[in-house]
């Protein structure tokens, strides 16, 4: 209808669920957008695809799965991602393994900076895409119970849990994990940097200082930009060339400005054709013809 305002993707104060993405290629400015920095008339992928902005929910999916399957072993157990305050504390009334994220950090040492070529059948290239970045998620793992005794059978069965799977295949990662080429990198209480200390976690939390388990997490981010590629070059460059005396020769055949080769001169030397690339994908192709003296 004519004159309708457009309307925004959120409803009643609310926006659009995290994890969802509208997608607008890099070279273009984006679009309108509502007060509250919602785009108008933004296009949803499909929630299939756009799980992208998930990677730390599939993170903690993926450690609940595996604590739940390896370490409680279908014990009355509850598994919480809550930060271990002192309010928290009180209202606990279960036995509880608490995972608490504490710190996000890229890994440096794994970055990459060549982007990957997306290619058609044909075989030309159509698209360039950064490479997944990978972040290091720092979780603090600690057990909750009546009695130390039990607290201590809980984190061994946690550390040992971890130290096995040292490494998690996409096969055995959950939500957009799944789909992804890099594993997860599991390492399980390495000594903390010096700028780091677990005494500051805890004084930051407000409460006691208590065993724990420091686990990192090192997961690959997929960030959904591309940037097109310019069409593919369909024809063979042409070249001229130019003798010292002012005749030219181009790559077609000679030009009638060209002096004939005079009686009892060397042989003429054959032309020579250079090519590269594929058939599906050509390249520069050049030609050496003999130049006249």
């Known amino acids: 209808m004519a004159g309708k305002a457009r309307k925004c993707g959120h409803r009643g104060g609310s926006h659009r669920p995290i ?14 957008v509502c007060p509250k920095g919602c785009p108008i008339d933004g296009r949803i992928r ?4 756009a799980n992208i902005l998930r990677m730390i929910q599939d993170v903690d999916e993926t450690l609940l799965a595996l604590v739940r399957r390896e370490a409680l072993g279908g014990a ?3 598994v919480a991602f809550d930060a271990p305050t002192r309010e928290w504390v009180a209202r606990r009334n279960a036995p509880t393994v608490d995972l608490y994220l504490y710190d996000i950090r890229e890994d440096m040492a794994r970055r990459e ?7 058609d059948p044909a075989g030309r290239v159509t698209e360039r895409r950064p490479p997944p970045r990978r972040f290091k998620l720092s979780y603090m793992v600690t057990a909750w119970t009546q009695r130390p005794e039990d607290e201590h059978r809980l984190l061994s069965s946690l550390l040992g849990c971890f130290i096995r799977h040292e490494r998690l295949a996409p096969a055995e990662c959950l939500g957009t994990l799944a789909d992804q080429t890099l594993p997860l990198i599991v390492t399980t209480a390495l000594p903390l940097g010096s700028d780091r200390s677990i005494a ?3 004084s930051a939390l407000g409460g006691e200082l208590k065993p724990s388990i420091d686990l990192i997490v090192t997961a690959p981010f997929v960030v959904d930009v591309a940037q097109p590629a310019g069409p593919p070059v369909l024809e063979e460059p042409r070249l001229a060339i130019v003798t010292p005396d002012g005749n030219e020769q181009a790559g077609g055949g000679r030009r009638s400005g060209r002096k004939a080769s005079a009686p009892g001169a060397e042989p003429s030397i054959p032309d020579e054709t250079r090519r590269s690339g594929t058939d599906h994908q050509p390249g520069r192709t050049v030609r050496v013809r003999e130049i006249g003296r």
């Open 19 to 32: 994890g969802q993405l509208v997608r607008r290629p890099i070279d273009r400015p984006d679009g309108p």
């Open 76 to 78: 009355a157990v509850d």
């Open 200 to 202: 500051d976690v805890w």
């Open 46 to 49: 499909p929630p299939a695809e």
């Open 113 to 119: 900076v060549q982007w990957e070529r997306v290619t």
